[in-house]
T-cell receptor, first 111, second 114 residues
Framework: EAQVTQNPRYLITVTGKKLTVTCSQN?????MSWYRQDPGLGLRQIYY???????DKGDVPEGYKVSRKEKRNFPLILESPSPNQTSLYFC??????????FGQGTRLTVV | AQSVSQHNHHVILSEAASLELGCNYS??????LFWYVQYPGQHLQLLLK????DPLVKGIKGFEAEFIKSKFSFNLRKPSVQWSDTAEYFC????????????WGAGTKLIIKP
């Protein structure tokens, strides 16, 4: 079954404690993206990747890092989380001329 | 800057009413266009897509959308909504500088009263 798997689904952490949200896809898609979703703001792109070792900033990259060492994985790293990064995060993967497939989402709370 | 505009942020309808949600994007050219739906507490999933050909496309659950190139629009329609259509709907055209990155509208929250 085609899927994008994100972990964890829910995470509560404290300010400054590094965390990683994992994302894995099984469709051999070239493109992967991370979004955050906040009420009234829609989806905002954090980072995206066009292939292995190729990443670029989206609209709101500050405070986040990503890596793409393998085609299937695209982890999102918060080196020093802050309360304004409390949000719902989605990973997505897609290829040229396909729709985006989304993970189940990670609800992050930073206290 | 490239943008996408969803005209209504909140829509409340009764069951069996007809629905039309507007989506306009700010640039022309060849585009792939998408509508996604997010049911409460769930992730986004594809509702329908337009790549080429017939500008009237049909999606899941009785939804359809029409691409009008001259108006830069891709409005979503459904003749008769159901309570289960309560969800948030997102229009997503691609950025003009790359056909593979999407611009997301702010979303329309649709509430269907039983």
């Amino acid at each position: 079954e085609a899927q994008v798997t994100q972990n964890p689904r829910y995470l509560i952490t404290v300010t400054g404690k590094k965390l990683t949200v994992t994302c894995s896809q099984n469709m051999n898609h070239e493109y992967m993206s991370w979004y955050r979703q906040d009420p009234g703001l829609g989806l905002r792109q954090i980072y995206y990747s066009m292939n292995v070792e190729v990443t670029d900033k989206g609209d709101v990259p500050e405070g986040y890092k990503v890596s793409r060492k393998e085609k299937r994985n695209f982890p999102l790293i918060l080196e020093s989380p802050s309360p304004n990064q409390t949000s719902l995060y989605f990973c997505a993967s897609y290829s040229v001329n396909t729709e985006a497939f989304f993970g189940q989402g990670t609800r992050l709370t930073v206290v | 800057a490239q943008s996408v505009s969803q005209h209504n942020h909140h829509v409340i309808l009764s069951e069996a009413a007809s629905l039309e949600l507007g989506c306009n994007y700010s640039y022309g050219g060849t585009v792939n266009l998408f509508w996604y739906v997010q049911y409460p507490g769930q992730h986004l999933q594809l509702l329908l897509k337009y790549f080429s050909g017939d500008p009237l496309v049909k999606g899941i659950k009785g939804f359809e959308a029409e691409f009008i190139k001259s108006k830069f629009s891709f409005n979503l329609r459904k003749p008769s909504v159901q309570w289960s259509d309560t969800a948030e709907y997102f229009c997503a055209p691609p950025r003009a500088d790359s056909n593979y990155q999407l611009i997301w509208g702010a979303g329309t929250k649709l509430i269907i009263k039983p």
